[in-house]
């Protein structure tokens, strides 16, 4: 055979192969039925936010948020655990399964070809399925996406057998079992709708997707293209030009994927930590042009009481007397809380070093944690001292102050007592200055701590008692909105104590201010 003919019949074999693996041509037309096994409720809390669009999705669109459509269930996240719970059996083993979410999907370019009401038949054809194999009233929740990419169907079930017991290996026992769920779905439900299997053991996705992942780990400029199959003389099977140009095609485009995720990524970083830079430096800006103003009004009422003493003969007196008070200013900076043991039972000391420690550490200023410390004692001893009776620091000008000083924190809290679906901060700016006021009030311990899942560091973050609640809801604003990467046990483990304390305390309904 001459060289012509057998090209000819190796390129005729591979576009016979390729359509036989659903690789040319209107090959792509799959259906695609997955499912995931849903361990623990903090785990069932995070999918199901993820499908109300409770979180942050970045590969949603939010103007295509209101296309979605809600087929089964509550219309959030909160309510669909409600319904688990009143399904759920009372007693429930450690290791069980406590959901079993499927996704329903297909080909994209099947999927865009469809019409909204092809879409929609196909769908719900698939949602009977389902219902038929879990019983109607063990489908918890079933949403079409029409925000992403492809439209999909996403439906979260309570995987219980004829005994009422969860059971989800009654269902997916094993990986026979899987693989004929994919063709008992392909036969009832996809394939009436024009869409077939996929192939049986077939991994391509999968090495997609790790091709992807690795160039984005690595962060790697160079591609290293597959090797063309040269064949053998008696078998054949040498790979045609245009095979191995859409495999090297396919590879670079992943690779140029995961380069384009790790640049995406170390914008944003960049882009968060340069707001965060500008937010610090307008809020030192706007100190020091206030400390420029209260020193020079001090300096020109000192520069008059220093002349007036001279000329009183009182200057030895006044310099003992400025040199009193800057060792008793330093000390109060320093935290030196003997000072306060040494006023004790004198009214007029104790309002002299208030006088002194307002002056000396303003509104605004960020403390050291001595001064921290030495603030909360100071409040405990006009506390003592007052005795029912309104303390000069106490006055409705100071606690305004007190209010104002941590604005990102109130309104975070106010906003997540009313409104658990939309985060509380939209802009950069106002994220960065939420993450700016939640780290500048802790010590660098208690943000390792938090970090690691530790929400009750926040207990005393406004100066008074936060509910755990609110511990917990402010911990994963901190997290999910300021930009901060933590492991997803943490984040999980924090969605399924708060979801568990919502359960147990219902939502809360008002705020707690600052101590009075």
Same mark, same amino acid.
């Given at each position: ?30 259906? =695609? ?7 623990? /409720? ?191 003389? /008696? ?97 109060? /900076? ?21 006088? =002194? ?121 901190? =997290? ?37």
């Amino acid at each position: 055979m001459s060289a012509e003919p057998r090209k000819l019949l190796e390129e005729g074999w591979s576009r016979v192969r390729g359509s036989m693996q659903g690789l040319h041509g209107d090959g792509k037309s799959f259906g =695609i039925m997955r499912t995931a096994k849903i361990k623990t /409720l903090g785990n069932m809390g995070a999918s199901l936010q993820h499908t109300f669009r409770e979180r942050e999705t970045p590969n949603a669109d939010p103007d295509r948020t209101r296309d979605n459509t809600i087929l089964v269930g509550g219309d959030n996240s909160k309510d669909v655990l409600a319904a688990w719970k009143d399904r759920a059996p009372e007693k429930i083993r450690t290791n069980a399964v406590h959901g079993l979410e499927y996704f329903i999907g297909g080909s994209p370019e099947k999927m865009k070809a469809m019409s909204r009401e092809e879409q929609d038949t196909y769908f719900r054809d698939a949602l009977g399925w389902i219902e038929n194999r879990h019983g109607k009233e063990n489908v918890l929740s079933a949403m079409i996406h029409r925000d992403e990419t492809t439209p999909h169907m996403t439906v979260m079930t309570i995987p219980l057998d004829d005994r009422g017991k969860l059971n989800c290996r009654s269902f997916v026992g094993n990986k026979k079992a899987l693989s004929d769920l994919q063709t008992d779905f392909a036969e009832k439900v996809s394939e009436k709708h024009g869409l077939r299997r996929g192939i049986k053991g077939s991994t391509a996705r999968h090495e997609r997707v790790q091709r992807v992942y690795g160039a984005y780990m690595s962060g790697e400029g160079t591609v290293a293209l597959p090797e063309r199959v040269r064949g053998s003389l /008696l078998r054949g099977g040498k790979e045609s030009d245009a095979d191995w140009h859409a495999r090297a095609a396919e590879v670079a485009t992943d690779a140029l994927r995961g380069f384009q995720m790790k640049m995406r990524e170390e914008k944003l970083d960049m882009d968060a930590k340069l707001n965060t830079a500008q937010s610090m430096i307008q809020s030192l800006q706007s100190l020091q042009h206030s400390y420029k103003t209260q020193l020079d009004a001090a300096r020109e009422t000192l520069s008059r009481l220093v002349s007036s003493l001279e000329l009183a003969d009182k200057g030895a007196e006044a310099n003992a007397a400025l040199e009193a008070y800057a060792d008793l200013e330093g000390k109060i /900076l320093k935290g030196d809380l003997g000072v306060l043991k040494d006023a004790a039972g004198s009214p007029a000391r104790i309002d002299k070093i208030v006088d =002194i420690y307002d002056r000396a550490v303003p509104e605004g200023t960020a403390m050291t944690e001595e001064q921290a410390r030495f603030d909360r004692a100071l409040d405990l001893t006009l506390d003592a001292m007052a005795e029912g009776k309104v303390a000069k620091r106490k006055d409705p000008v100071r606690i305004a102050i007190e209010a104002r000083a941590l604005p990102y924190v109130q309104k975070a809290l106010a906003h997540l007592a009313q409104d658990r679906v939309t985060p509380p901060f939209i802009s950069r700016d106002e994220r960065s200055a939420f993450r700016a006021e939640i780290e500048s009030s802790l010590s660098e311990d208690e943000l390792v701590a938090l970090k690691q899942g530790d929400e009750t560091v926040l207990e005393d973050v406004l100066g008074d008692r936060l509910s755990q609640q609110q511990q917990l809801s402010l911990a994963l604003a901190y =997290i999910d909105h300021s930009g901060i990467d933590v492991g997803s046990d943490v984040r999980n483990s924090l969605i399924e104590r708060l979801v568990e304390c919502e359960l147990q305390e219902g939502p809360v309904h008002h705020e707690r201010g600052p101590r009075h």
